[in-house]
């Protein structure tokens, strides 16, 4: 069970616990923050420790999970010393009930506050200047504690205080156990044996002890041949107190645990600092010193002295290091290391690991302090196990040079490019033998070599590369760092390719190939299309040397439909563009559309180029009695409607038909390839020439508007067109019946009764359609002209689309006839523009020049 599980049914029992508490205390366990541990009373401590011990935590785990919980410092000291005093109460006494807890650690918390704890944001020091080893103690993320195990089986060597839990195991003819804590006055007392001294022996000899006491009552112990048996095993470890002296980042008296090596020690105290040694570390006990540590025989070699167990009192002192080197360049660790009087440079070496792949091995420069300054030093490779160090040396190591010593390269049309070793007697036709050759594309008639001087300079040699390898001409030796280029025969020409355009699948370039015919392209770019004229196809030819004007040479052709093999079929020539036409009694559907009041509404296709208004009423069966023909509307679609061309339309139709396909999971054999032919086969991009009419004259239209101040262009897609279905109907092919076009729609409407009143009047609403009535009429039913309306300029909307405006003779206005479906429409007269004094001035000037030349001539 994991630590944070355990922690979880803490909380769970907790909350039960605090249902059979008083209230007071309940709130404060279950916030223990605020718990206040002087106010419980020893059954509620045992309670929650019992409960604690339940659900399988620890004591100090028990007290970890306090601190979670919120519970301060002080607080957490208290619970721990009633935790201490309450375990102390059933263990010191009661022998005969045996829980075997798990190994734990006394004065856990005064052990881990003693501790030096590592700043939260240590300064980053560079690898250059790192000492070596000092992050084995101090770092700021402190993964490395050197804590000892509890769970390590109990140490013969071990020596016994005051403090420490041991269980003695009784077994065989006789079966017994024991556990007891040593006492301050170092006994552990036995139910019914008394009181034994074992404080200051080592479990081994504790073991003795106990046995020959212990013999009395199991005379089974002892003898010859026992059939009774004894164990001392350590349960609960107490603490010991160490003096950590000389260079230490913390230095003085710390509560470690019993277990604890010489290197827990040293974590505790945050190591050796800047000045101290790693090398000469002093364990001094009874005023004698029993062992010298080497932090890097653990660093180096993994060999530490951690089987060497503090006692009570031991001093470790750290003195101030030997002397120190720095080692900066290619070596693994380019740090700063301690060294001893002894150490030579290949200890050294052995110490920053090594050199790096690309380290200069055969000389080493060092910088030694030699009187009043520094002398540099080379250091051979056969000198390493000879040179010693001294304090304040700084070593370098060099990387290898960047250069090649035997090296040339081959670039260009061979069949394996790149760098080969240059050997003795290596010419240019070796080396294009050892490249495998030449490509069938090299361009043979020369070669070059880049050739590189003494000083660094380069020179261009230009060889006959077919010469040498027909061995007319002499080879040539190579030389370090020369470098040959091959060129392809398609490096020094253009590249060659054909076009193709107009109908077929995937119009585009297309490479050339010798002898290519007109059928071959067509084959390559997927076939015809179905409007394709396989009699009108033109090649249009570059010329190199032709008369000024002419252009190409157009060369008309053929070819038969199915692309059969024709001998006498042109062949292609580079660059050539073939161009497929369509044909011209090709055309596809076209749609037209009527609505409203028909027999049959709906979507019809264009039967033939002369087909009119009247034949679409006539096969949608006419109109029915609630049609209202005036107002029928005929909305076709102006150039710049997003037509689908026939080549997208067509793409359209294809993936349709693919998506079609792919749903069908039981598709036969034939549908299985048609899918595949489609998925491969899809349409190109359209002809960029699409729709260029329109494009230009929107462009026109925006020029003009841009040009014309206040003039701006409303560019639709579609527009109503004023028919008179009446008319058309009376007279099929009359001038009113207008030839459809693709997309038209003819909406007959049912007869409209209303009359809607728009613009400048007092209440613009809509009117019931009054046979006979005029205008007027109904101008004055919305209230009559508003103060601004320009009555002039009214005009009416009919139902079909038409517009008649009001006209005027002499002051008399004939307002246009109100039909049902009718919308009414009076503008706003523009905003008055009141005359600037300059104005007046001009008029006036005007009038009198005009006055004084009617006096004149009437004068005459």
């Not at 935590?57 to 607080?75: C, D, N, R, W, Y």
């Not at 945050?270 to 364990?283: A, H, T, V």
């Not at 010693?388 to 190591?397: A, F, N, S, W």
């Not at 060659?496 to 190939?513: A, C, D, F, N, T």
Request: include cysteine; charge should be negative; glycine fraction near 8%.
């Amino acid at each position: 069970m994991n630590n944070t599980n355990r922690f979880w049914y803490f909380f769970v029992f907790v909350a039960c616990f605090a249902l059979s508490i008083p209230q007071s205390i309940a709130q404060e366990i279950n916030d223990a923050s605020t718990i206040k541990v002087d106010e419980l009373s020893d059954k509620e401590v045992q309670d929650l420790l019992e409960r604690a011990y339940s659900a399988g935590l620890t004591k100090s785990e028990f007290i970890k999970a306090l601190e979670v919980q919120g519970m301060p410092a002080e607080e957490l000291a208290k619970m721990r010393k009633r935790v201490d005093e309450e375990d102390s109460s059933r263990t010191g006494r009661n022998t005969k009930v045996s829980k075997r807890d798990s190994r734990e650690q006394l004065d856990q918390n005064e052990i881990t506050s003693g501790m030096y704890q590592s700043p939260s944001a240590t300064p980053l020091v560079s690898n250059e200047n790192e000492i070596f080893g000092s992050s084995l103690f101090y770092q700021a993320n402190r993964r490395l504690s050197f804590e000892p195990s509890m769970n390590q089986a109990t140490p013969k060597s071990y020596i016994l205080g005051a403090g420490d839990l041991i269980y003695v195991d009784i077994y065989g003819q006789s079966e017994q156990y024991y556990e007891a804590t040593v006492n301050p006055d170092g006994f552990v007392l036995l139910d019914n044996i008394g009181p034994v001294n074992i404080a200051g022996k080592t479990i081994e000899e504790a073991t003795s002890i106990l046995k020959n006491r212990i013999g009395k009552y199991y005379t089974g112990l002892l003898g010859s041949n026992p059939n009774t048996f004894l164990q001392v095993t350590l349960g609960n470890v107490g603490s010991i107190k160490v003096n950590i002296l000389g260079e230490v980042r913390l230095p003085g008296t710390f509560t470690l645990s019993a277990f604890s090596s010489v290197f827990n020690a040293l974590y505790a105290a945050g190591g050796p600092n800047e000045n101290g040694s790693m090398r000469k570390i002093k364990l001094v006990r009874n005023n004698k010193q029993v062992a010298e540590i080497d932090v890097y025989d653990l660093l180096i070699n993994g060999t530490a002295q951690l089987d060497l167990k503090l006692q009570d009192q031991d001093v470790i002192l750290v003195p101030p290091f030997v002397s120190r080197v720095k080692v900066k360049g290619e070596v693994k660790r380019p740090m700063t290391f301690e060294v001893l009087e002894e150490d030579n440079f290949s200890d050294l070496l052995g110490y920053a690991g090594g050199f790096t792949d690309e380290a200069f091995k055969d000389r080493v420069a060092i910088s030694r302090i030699t009187g009043n300054q520094r002398s540099v030093s080379d250091v051979y490779q056969n000198q390493f196990d000879m040179f010693i160090l001294k304090g304040g040396d700084e070593i370098t190591v060099q990387r290898i040079l960047d250069r090649y010593s035997n090296r040339v390269q081959i670039k260009g049309a061979v069949f394996r490019e790149g760098v080969f070793a240059l050997e003795e007697g290596l010419t240019l036709s070796k080396l294009v033998k050892n490249a495998e050759g030449l490509r069938g594309d090299a361009y043979t008639t020369q070669a070059s070599i880049l050739r590189t001087r003494d000083d660094l300079s380069t020179e261009m040699i230009q060889v006959n590369l077919r010469g040498i390898l027909d061995g007319t001409v002499p080879d040539i030796p190579l030389q370090r760092e020369d470098v040959v280029r091959i060129a392809s025969i398609y490096d020094i020409n253009n590249e060659q390719y054909v076009q193709i355009l107009g109908e077929v699948k995937r119009p585009g370039v297309y490479p050339y190939s010798k002898e290519m015919k007109v059928e071959d392209l067509i084959v390559m770019a997927g076939g015809f299309q179905e409007s394709a004229n396989s009699q009108d196809i033109e090649i249009a030819r570059r010329l190199e040397d032709t008369d000024l004007g002419t252009l190409a040479d157009i060369i008309p052709t053929q070819v038969d439909p199915d692309l059969g093999y024709n001998p006498s079929s042109p062949s292609l020539v580079p660059f050539d563009q073939v161009i497929v036409r369509k044909r011209a009694s090709f055309t596809m559907q076209r749609l037209t559309a009527v609505e409203g009041q028909v027999n049959s509404p709906g979507i019809f296709a264009i039967r033939s180029s002369g087909e009119r208004i009247s034949d679409l009423i006539s096969r949608a069966g006419g109109i029915n009695q609630f049609a209202y023909a005036k107002g029928a509307t005929l909305i076709r679609r102006t150039e710049f409607f997003n037509t689908e061309s026939e080549q997208l339309r067509r793409q359209r139709n294809l993936e349709g038909l693919q998506m079609k396909l792919a749903e069908d999971p039981s598709n036969s054999e034939a549908q299985a390839e048609l899918l595949r032919r489609l998925l491969t086969d899809s349409p190109s991009a359209l002809s960029p020439v699409d729709n260029q009419l329109a494009q230009n004259k929107k462009e026109s239209l925006d020029q003009i508007a841009s040009e014309t101040p206040g003039f701006a262009v409303k560019l639709k897609e579609t527009e109503a067109v004023a028919i008179n279905l009446e008319e058309i109907l009376k007279n099929p092919g009359s001038e009113n019946d207008l030839l459809l076009e693709e997309g038209d729609i003819i909406s007959v409407p049912k007869l409209l009764q209303t009359v809607r009143m728009r613009g400048d009047v007092v209440y613009p609403t809509t009117l019931r359609h009054e046979s006979g009535r005029s205008l007027k009429h109904y101008i004055n039913a919305s209230g009559g002209f508003q103060r601004r309306a320009n009555r002039k300029q009214t005009y009416v909307v009919y139902a079909n689309g038409a517009v008649k405006r009001t006209k005027g003779f002499l002051g008399i206005k004939n307002y246009p006839p109100v039909e049902p479906g009718a919308e009414v429409i009076v503008p706003t007269k523009g905003p008055k523009v009141p005359l600037r004094l300059g104005e007046i001035v001009g008029i006036t000037t005007g009038l009198a020049t005009l006055g004084l030349v009617i006096s004149q001539i009437n004068w005459q």
